[in-house]
């Protein structure tokens, strides 16, 4: 029989390093490939900060596939980042939304745009190191299921992912806790295995976003005025792009209690700000929605899931009813704070992943 092609997407880290090495031994034909994603940055910038897209990114890559003795290749896929990921963070937060690249790049650039190309090639699959598990549940659909260790697990940034995605990719460290993998990592020798983990969004490793929307846009984002939920005038903010729902800190704002911004209206270059009470709500609506455990959900259906509304919540149980065409609203048992346009919504049944959406508002 012959053995079956995976190309595994290689960010130079300990997991997806990991991921091919299991791959290789449980019998497949491991091409290794990074993804070239960065603009035509400063050179000495990328080094630095490395991350899944930096160039020491690809040193590391390519040391990794040459000590597992698996050929590796650096594909450019520059235009689809900028298009997919880049432009679409941009325009979100001009828009007063919170975007997720993460998720965004995860679908149209990891998948979409590598799974393409990696069939272009005669790969049966694609793989990668995120800490998430994929099973074929008795309906005959496809599902992410949390990864063994919940403290890593990456389901939340892969909800988007379709049917024929998942059906070919494999995600072989999604039933090992990270200590287990870096164990692994050491007793392979691999050089990466106790490279810290990337943090933050590797194009804005800075984390300042404001600055590189505006670097991005070439022009300077206007100050106005912060407000309440009346109207009333408090004070000045710095730019909408500055500021996301649910805000506490870096406001510059002394009204003697702490506030909270609420909401983000471009329109009108405002920031509403408020009290913690305001700052919680029983519901969201979402469109831009996928299913994944089931088909779908029709029109007027109700059903009870656990849902995260970002990454770092904890999830919360809530009522989902489909009320148009792409678009459902959320009642939580319990009030939740900061629900955050832009954001994802996702969905849990037990351990796998229902579907999940983009907030739009209360």
């Known amino acids: ?7 595994v997407g290689m960010s130079g880290g300990v997991d997806s390093s990991v991921a091919a ?19 035509d940055e400063d050179r000495a910038i990328q080094e630095e900060n490395g991350g899944c897209c930096g160039l020491t990114a690809v040193d590391d890559a390519r ?47 990891k ?23 994929i099973e074929k549940l008795p309906n005959g659909r496809y599902s992410l299921r949390r990864s063994a260790t919940l403290a890593k697990d990456q389901t939340y940034a892969l909800y988007n992912l379709t049917q024929e995605q998942l059906k070919r990719t494999l995600m072989p460290v999604g039933a090992y806790a990270k200590e287990e993998v870096r164990e692994i990592a050491e007793k392979i020798g691999l050089r990466v295995a106790n490279k810290p983990d990337s943090q933050d969004i590797c194009f804005v490793p800075d984390g300042n976003y404001a600055e590189f ?12 005025n912060f407000v309440l939920s009346d109207g009333t005038v ?10 996301t729902v649910g805000q506490r800190k870096g406001l510059g704002l002394s009204l003697g209690h702490p506030v909270f911004v609420l909401e983000i209206r471009p329109e009108t270059n405002e920031v509403v700000i408020g009290s913690n009470e305001e700052s919680l709500t029983y519901t969201l609506r979402a469109n831009q929605l996928n299913f994944m455990s089931i088909e779908d959900l029709k029109e007027g259906e109700k059903i009870r899931v656990f849902a995260k509304i970002r990454y770092n919540h904890k999830g919360a149980w809530c009522e989902v009813e489909r009320i148009g065409e792409d678009e459902v609203r959320c009642t939580f048992e319990e009030q939740q704070r900061a629900v955050t346009p832009g954001q994802a919504v996702v969905f849990y049944d037990g351990d796998y992943v229902l579907g999940g959406g983009t907030i739009i508002g209360e």
């Open 234 to 243: 408090v004070g000045r903010h710095k730019g909408i792009t500055h500021y």
């Open 21 to 39: 090495y299991l791959l290789k031994e449980q019998g497949y034909d491991v091409i290794g490939v990074t993804m070239q994603i960065w603009q």
């Open 1 to 7: 029989m012959e053995k079956k092609k995976v190309v």
């Open 213 to 224: 929307i505006e670097e991005t846009i070439e022009k300077k984002i206007p100050e106005g």
């Open 63 to 109: 040391r990794v596939a040459s000590d597992l003795g698996i050929p590796y290749y650096v594909m450019n896929f520059k235009k689809e980042f900028k298009e997919n990921v880049i432009d679409y963070f941009v325009d979100e937060y001009l828009n007063g939304r919170t975007p997720n690249p993460c998720i965004a790049c995860n679908r149209y650039v």
């Open 111 to 133: 998948w979409e745009s590598l799974l393409k190309r990696s069939m272009d090639i005669g790969a049966d699959y694609i793989a990668t190191g995120h800490y998430a598990r």
